[in-house]
């Protein structure tokens, strides 16, 4: 009889643990929600997008509940998948990263010895206590994709930098991978990553480009938060062009109505790690870079072949950057809260080139 109470009670034991262990698994993993059915569509609503093409199929990556994503065979038609990209976001996610549940921001993709890669931004709006995730696949068109685990994270009143907006560059010379990220803070970082595209052992972020010089006195507090500083710089992106590396960047405030001020700057370097010049060699980690793009929005890569840039109103423009030709092309879009073709914040420039190892 001692024994049968022994083992009764063994065995409830044993269920009510893996109950709980069941239990604080699914509180760690946030699964986001299924919504609809897929559609097709010329103008997809997105933001902070990413493409990449494998075969004769591109694919847009963006934020959003687990990070929304579409395909096109032509990049005119659109089919929206209902299904994020994530279906579980693990659990590490939430662990590192105060009130962050199952948005995700601003992923970017690459593809590198024989796997795609894919990194993506954990946070919450106008804090620095942030993570940026690493997930692997071997194609696209499967979606199935591994958990890499942290690629970094930023502390609040630790780190003076925030681990956001990453994108991947390589170092053709010889092969290595980088990440640059950033925004607001101290500007933009870059590091060295290892063969598992992770941070290279002994490696630390430096910073790269900054909206002012570090001893600039602002003249106005930043309107969008009291914890970002004035520092009004994010969205990386690097091209390599000619024997020069291209850092794409956003500066100023969006979202704001008429008081917006968001554009794209850029400057070049012999090396990928900089330091990084404007037309009159100012280094952008003291505030130099060129910009022209007065009216648009956050910036994105097509890999290694167009740089294309979304609206403040509505999809990505048709704006794009072709590594092929070099040029900058961007057209009227129409403004879907008025129903007309506007010439303020929605609007474009007339065509313009940056010329091979020249500037705009």
């Not at 993506?120 to 942030?130: H, L, P």
């Not at 500066?251 to 917006?260: A, I, T």
């Not at 097509?302 to 040029?327: G, K, Q, Y």
Request: proline letters at 6%.
């Amino acid at each position: 009889m001692v024994m049968k109470h022994f083992y009764l009670s063994f065995f409830f034991c044993l269920m009510m643990a893996l109950t709980t262990l069941c239990m604080t698994s699914a509180a760690q993993e946030h699964r986001p929600r299924v919504r609809g059915e897929a559609f097709q569509t010329e103008t997809p609503m997105v933001h902070d997008p990413v493409m990449a093409q494998e075969g004769n199929t591109y694919y847009l990556y963006a934020t959003g509940m687990g990070i929304q994503q579409m395909t096109s065979t032509d990049r005119k038609i659109w089919t929206v998948s209902p299904r994020p990209l994530m279906t579980v976001i693990p659990g590490w996610t939430t662990d590192s990263v105060p009130g962050f549940r199952n948005h995700v921001w601003a992923p970017d993709v690459i593809w590198w010895h024989g796997n795609w890669w894919l990194a993506y931004s954990c946070s919450t709006f106008g804090r620095n206590s942030s993570a940026i995730g690493l997930l692997s696949s071997r194609s696209l068109g499967t979606n199935l994709w591994k958990d890499e685990g942290c690629l970094v994270c930023s502390r609040e009143k630790r780190d003076n930098w925030n681990a956001i907006d990453p994108n991947f560059v390589i170092d053709d010379a010889t092969d290595t991978p980088w990440l640059v990220w950033g925004s607001f803070w101290d500007g933009i970082q870059i590091v060295r990553l290892d063969t598992t595209m992770h941070i290279a052992q002994g490696e630390r972020p430096r910073t790269i480009a900054r909206r002012y010089d570090p001893f600039h006195t602002p003249s106005e507090p930043n309107p969008t938060s009291r914890y970002a500083g004035t520092n009004a710089i994010e969205a990386p992106f690097i091209f390599k062009h000619d024997g020069y590396y291209y850092l794409f960047v956003s500066w100023d405030y969006c979202c704001r109505g008429s008081k917006s001020n968001y554009r794209v700057a850029v400057g070049r370097s012999r090396a990928v790690d900089g330091p990084y010049l404007d037309y009159s060699g100012r280094d952008m980690a003291k505030g130099g870079a060129h910009s022209s793009w007065r009216v648009i929005s956050r910036n994105g890569k097509l890999r290694d072949t167009a740089l294309f840039i979304h609206s403040t109103v509505r999809i990505f423009s048709s704006a794009m950057v072709t590594a092929r030709r070099w040029t900058v092309q961007q057209c009227l879009s129409n403004d879907p809260l008025h129903g007309r073709t506007t010439d303020g914040p929605n609007s474009c420039h007339k065509p313009f080139r940056l010329k091979d190892s020249t500037y705009l």
